[in-house]
C-alpha cells in the first residue's frame, strides 16, 4: 500500500488534534507521509502565544484562555501529548497536572441602583480527572443533574424566607395535581428502601386525592430529586405522565417564587440571587419539556437565541434574562454579531447545552487554568511530540488558494498555491522554540537568526506583520527585489493526496473561492457561520489584587476570573500565577491582569489596505485606556486617587510617567481572518458541515466551525473536530464523547 501524503493547512487546536490522533497508532508512517504548512514562526492560531525578550520573557496572548473542567476530549488529548512526549522529570510542566491547575472562583458583576456589586460563585470541587469524564448524558440525567442544582438552591432560599416570615407552605388542590404527585410517589417508593416520614405522608394525602395535599418547596424539590434519580436509572422517555411530573413541580415552585419572594428581591442579594439562579434552571426544565428535546434534539431550539428561549419559557425578562450568568455566558463567547454589545446573539440550543455541560459534567475545578501561556502548555508539547514522531512543519508557508477539479463523477482539490514568506539561512527547516527558564516556548517574534540577512532587516525596518491577512511585506519585497514573493504549487498526487483545512472559517473565502463556486453546502457554511473580532489587554502591575482594592466576598484563596462587567473589556482574570514562569531580571512586577472582550467590527476591507490593523488596534489602546481611567474604580478603589487613575499601579521598567506608562503594557486586536472567533448566530448550526461533507473527496475540514456536538467556538469544539478528522481517515479514535449532543435522546 502506498504512503498517503497529507497536506495539513494550519496550525490551531483542531490541526494538530488531527495530527496527534492520526500518529498515535502504531506504525502509522507506513500509511500516512504528513507535512504541515503553516503562516509565519508558530503554531496556535488564535491560540498561539509569545515570550517577549525585551520584557522580561512576559507572556504574551491573543487574549484569555481558560479550560472548562467539562473539556473531556481536551483533557484526554493533552494528557495524551504529556504522557506520549515524557518529558524528564527534572524539566518544569512535564506532566498535564503541572500544565493546568483547577478553578473553582467565578465572579461576577450586577449592575443595581448605578453601582457595581460583586456576586461571587465558588462552584465545589468534584474529584476525578476531566479527563475519564463525559458528555454524553441521557435526557433524565441531564434532569438529575439540574435537579440536584435546584435542590440546593431551594433549600437556601428557603431558609432564608423562613427568616422573614413569609410562608414556605405550598397547596395542592387540583385532582390531576394530586394524581402526578400520586405517579411520583410510586415510582419513588418501587425504587427507595427507605422513605421519610413527610415525604410518605405527602404520598399517601396525593394518593387519598385529600382536599388539600400540603408541602414545602424543600420537601418537593426533594421529591423531584428522587424521581429524577428513578428515571437516570431507567431512561424510560414515552411516559407523558413522567413529564408532567417535572413540570407541575417546577412550575410550582416558580408560582411559589412569585408569590411569596419577589418583594424580598430589592432589599437581600443573597434571595436575588438565589431566585435568579432558581428561575433561570427552572425556565431551562420548562423549556427542555416544553420543545421536546428529548425527542428533537438540542438542535430543535437553535431557531431560538437564548435570551429569547429563556423569556419564552417564564424567565423574569428583567431580573434573570439580563441577569450577571447570562450576561457572563454571552461574554464568555463572545456572543454579539459584529461585535456590537446591542446585538446578543447565540443559538438557544448551543448555549443551553453547554451551560449545563458546564455546570454538571465536570472534574476537578470548573475551570482549569493554565500555568504558562497558551503556546507554551499546548502548542509547544504537541510540537515537540510530532516533530519527534515525523510530522514535517513548514513554517512561513501561507496559504494563499486552494483549487478544485472534476474527474468524472469526483471532485477533489487539486492544487494549493503557497506563499514562501522568508529565505531560511539553512536548507534545515525552522526551529521554532527558545527556551525560557529551561521551558521550550515560542518567541514573540521569529527567530531572526536562521533568516536570510537581508530580508530579516526590511521586515524590522517596516514593522511587517508575517501572520497578518493585511502584511506590506509582499509590496516591500516586489519594490526591493523586483518580483514577488517566491510561491510553489502543491499537486495532487505528486505533493499531497488527502489535504486537512485547519484554517477558521473565516478562511474559506478568501482562500477557497474557487471550491465554494463548486459546492454550494461549503459556500452557504462560509456564508452563515459567523466570526467575530476580538480585543485583548495584559497590563502588568505594581500592587496585587488586595492592593488594588479587590476584595472577593466569598473570601475565596483563589484568584478572581470575573466577568459580565462594563463594556468593552467585559472580563478580568487575574493572573499573577504566571509571574514564576516570566523572566524578570531585575525590576518585577508583582501582578498581571487580563481583559479580553468582543471588538466592534463589521466590516473587513481587503488584503490591500495594509494599515486597517493599525487603525483598529489604536481603538483597542484607546478603550484600554478608557477602562482604566473610568470604568475599573468599582473594582479596584485602591487604583485611583479620588476619581483620577493612578498611573504608577502600571508596571514599567522605563519608569516613565503618566498614562504614558501605558505604552509599556500589551494589547492587541484580533481581526485576522484566522483570529477571529467563531459564533453560534442563531439558526447557523444548519449550515455546519461534517469533516468530510464537501463534495471534495480528499478534503477534510477541521475546527470549532464544523459540526461537532457542541457547536461553539471553544476548546473542546476544536479538539473534537480534529478527533473527527482523524477517525474519517485513519479510523481512530473511534468514541469522541458528546458529539451526538444535538441528536434526539429517543
Not at 504574551?60 to 481558560?66: D, S
Not at 410562608?167 to 395535581?177: A, E, F, G, M, V
Not at 503556546?375 to 515537540?384: H, K, L, M, Q
Not at 473580532?533 to 492592593?547: C, P, V
Request: charged residues 25%.
Amino acid at each position: 500500500m502506498n504512503k498517503q501524503k497529507v497536506a495539513i493547512l494550519g496550525g490551531g487546536v483542531s490541526a494538530m488534534t488531527a495530527a496527534v490522533y492520526m500518529t498515535e497508532q502504531e506504525n502509522w508512517q507506513e500509511r500516512y507521509d504528513i507535512t504541515i504548512y503553516q503562516q509565519g514562526w508558530r503554531l496556535g492560531g488564535k491560540g498561539a502565544s509569545g515570550r517577549n525578550p525585551k520584557h522580561g520573557e512576559r507572556i504574551e496572548e491573543h487574549g484569555l484562555h481558560v479550560w472548562f473542567g467539562a473539556y473531556v476530549n481536551s483533557f484526554r488529548m493533552i494528557e495524551t501529548v504529556y504522557d506520549k512526549l515524557a518529558r524528564p522529570s527534572n524539566k518544569p510542566i512535564h506532566t498535564w497536572e503541572q500544565a493546568l491547575k483547577p478553578h473553582s472562583l467565578v465572579v461576577l458583576q450586577e449592575y443595581i441602583d448605578r453601582q457595581w456589586q460583586t456576586w461571587s460563585v465558588d462552584f465545589p470541587t468534584i474529584p476525578g480527572n476531566p479527563a475519564n469524564g463525559t458528555l454524553d448524558l441521557h435526557f433524565w440525567q441531564i434532569l438529575k443533574l439540574l435537579a440536584a442544582w435546584l435542590h440546593k438552591w431551594v433549600d437556601d432560599i428557603e431558609d432564608e424566607v423562613v427568616k422573614t416570615h413569609k410562608t414556605t407552605q405550598l397547596i395542592t388542590r387540583k385532582n390531576r395535581d394530586k394524581s402526578l404527585l400520586a405517579h411520583l410517589g410510586q415510582e419513588v417508593s418501587n425504587f427507595f428502601d427507605d422513605i421519610e416520614d413527610k415525604a410518605k405522608r405527602l404520598f399517601d394525602d396525593a394518593e387519598q386525592q385529600i382536599q388539600e395535599v400540603l408541602s414545602t418547596p424543600k420537601l418537593l424539590i426533594a421529591q423531584l430529586d428522587a424521581f429524577l434519580t428513578v428515571r437516570g436509572s431507567d431512561h424510560r422517555l414515552g411516559n407523558k405522565k413522567d413529564h408532567l411530573v417535572v413540570w407541575y413541580m417546577v412550575r410550582k415552585i416558580r408560582r411559589w417564587l412569585k408569590s411569596e419572594v419577589n418583594d424580598l428581591i430589592d432589599d437581600n442579594p443573597i434571595i436575588r440571587r438565589l431566585y435568579i439562579c432558581l428561575d433561570l434552571g427552572i425556565a431551562m426544565i420548562i423549556g427542555l419539556l416544553r420543545d421536546k428535546v428529548y425527542s428533537r434534539g438540542f438542535g430543535y431550539i437553535d431557531k431560538y437565541d437564548f435570551k429569547q428561549w429563556l423569556s419564552r419559557n417564564g424567565a423574569n425578562e428583567t431580573l434573570s434574562v439580563e441577569s450577571a450568568p447570562v450576561r457572563g455566558f454571552y461574554d464568555l463567547v463572545f456572543g454579539y454579531e459584529d461585535g456590537d454589545f446591542e446585538k446578543p446573539n447565540v443559538e438557544a440550543g448551543v448555549a443551553s447545552l453547554a451551560m449545563l455541560r458546564i455546570m454538571l459534567c465536570y472534574r476537578g475545578g470548573v475551570m482549569w487554568k493554565m500555568q504558562a501561556g497558551m503556546g507554551d502548555i499546548i502548542f509547544a508539547p504537541i510540537y515537540e511530540l510530532l516533530k519527534a514522531r515525523g510530522v514535517k512543519f513548514e513554517f512561513f508557508n501561507q496559504v494563499e488558494a486552494l483549487k478544485g477539479v472534476t474527474c468524472g463523477e469526483s471532485n477533489y482539490v487539486d492544487e494549493i498555491t503557497i506563499i514562501e514568506q522568508v529565505k531560511l539561512n539553512s536548507a534545515q527547516s525552522y526551529s521554532p522554540l527558545m527556551p525560557v527558564k529551561d521551558l521550550p516556548c515560542w518567541p514573540s517574534e521569529p527567530i531572526w537568526g536562521q533568516i536570510d540577512k537581508q530580508q530579516v532587516e526590511l521586515i524590522q525596518q517596516h514593522e511587517v506583520n508575517l501572520e497578518s491577512y493585511w502584511s506590506n511585506w509582499e509590496s516591500i519585497y516586489q519594490h526591493t527585489f523586483g518580483q514577488p514573493l517566491p510561491r510553489k504549487t502543491l499537486k495532487r498526487a505528486v505533493d499531497f493526496d488527502l489535504v486537512i483545512f485547519g484554517i477558521s472559517v473565516a478562511g474559506l473565502s478568501p482562500l477557497c473561492e474557487n471550491l465554494l463556486d463548486q459546492d454550494e453546502k461549503l459556500k452557504q457554511q462560509a456564508t452563515n457561520v459567523k466570526t467575530v473580532a476580538t480585543q485583548a489587554m495584559q497590563l502588568w502591575l505594581t500592587k496585587t489584587d488586595s492592593e488594588l482594592g479587590f476584595h472577593d466576598p466569598s473570601q475565596s484563596d483563589e484568584r478572581p476570573i470575573l466577568s459580565a462587567f462594563s463594556k468593552p473589556f467585559d472580563t478580568w482574570a487575574a493572573m499573577s500565577n504566571l509571574l514564576e514562569v516570566e523572566d524578570w531580571k531585575d525590576q518585577k512586577p508583582r501582578n498581571i491582569a487580563y481583559f479580553c472582550s468582543a471588538f466592534t467590527c463589521a466590516n473587513y476591507p481587503p488584503p490591500s489596505d495594509h494599515h486597517f490593523p493599525e487603525r483598529m488596534k489604536a481603538e483597542v489602546k484607546e478603550n484600554g485606556l478608557k477602562k482604566l481611567t473610568s470604568q475599573m474604580q468599582p473594582l479596584w478603589p485602591e487604583a485611583y486617587h479620588g476619581d483620577d487613575f493612578d498611573w504608577n499601579v502600571l508596571f514599567d521598567r522605563g519608569n516613565t510617567s503618566g498614562a504614558t506608562r501605558f505604552d509599556a503594557q500589551y494589547w492587541r486586536v484580533n481581526v485576522d481572518p484566522s483570529e477571529r472567533y467563531v459564533l453560534s448566530v442563531v439558526g447557523s448550526s444548519k449550515f455546519r458541515l461534517a469533516t468530510n461533507e464537501t463534495v471534495f473527496s480528499n478534503l477534510y475540514l477541521t475546527g470549532d466551525w464544523i459540526k461537532t456536538g457542541v457547536n461553539a467556538g471553544c476548546v473542546e469544539a476544536a479538539v473534537m473536530a480534529g478527533m473527527q478528522t482523524s477517525r474519517a481517515i485513519t479510523g481512530y479514535p473511534e468514541q469522541i464523547s458528546g458529539e451526538q449532543g444535538f441528536a434526539p435522546f429517543d
